[in-house]
Nanobody
């Protein structure tokens, strides 16, 4: 069973930067795409970013392009989300997720239903 543990969320002011981490419990995670999603109060969980198994391709939601960067270190079974120029509208619980299919694929999906394993989330709050 894959376990994902996010960390790095906190309360910051607008314009600040944060780096979220997602550590996986098993080595097999390195063979699959990973994604970051977020959920604000009263809203549906939405796609933020995704990365292929080897880091060769990335994908971003339009509102975070140019501000957020997803990366992974397979030697550490860890995926990161670097968030710069944070805005109050970025406030949400951030979740990392892993696909269980598409072994070593270069395909990236923004559909949360394509991801099987989820972490418990980490809160990011951006004050104005």
């Amino acid at each position: 069973q894959v376990q994902l543990v996010e960390s790095g969320g906190e309360l910051v002011q607008a314009g600040a930067s944060l780096r979220l981490s997602c550590a996986a419990s098993v080595r097999t995670t390195t063979n699959y795409a990973m994604g970051w999603f977020r959920q604000a109060p009263g809203k549906e969980r939405e796609f933020v970013a995704a990365i292929t198994w080897n880091g060769g391709r990335t994908s971003y939601e339009n509102s975070v392009k140019g501000r957020f960067s997803i990366s992974r270190d397979n030697a550490k079974n860890t995926v990161y989300l670097q968030m710069n120029s944070l805005k109050p509208e970025d406030t949400a619980v951030y979740y990392c997720a892993q696909r269980r299919d598409m072994y070593r694929s270069n395909y990236l999906s923004a559909d949360r239903n394509h991801y099987t394993y989820w972490g418990q989330g980490t809160q990011v709050t951006v004050s104005s």
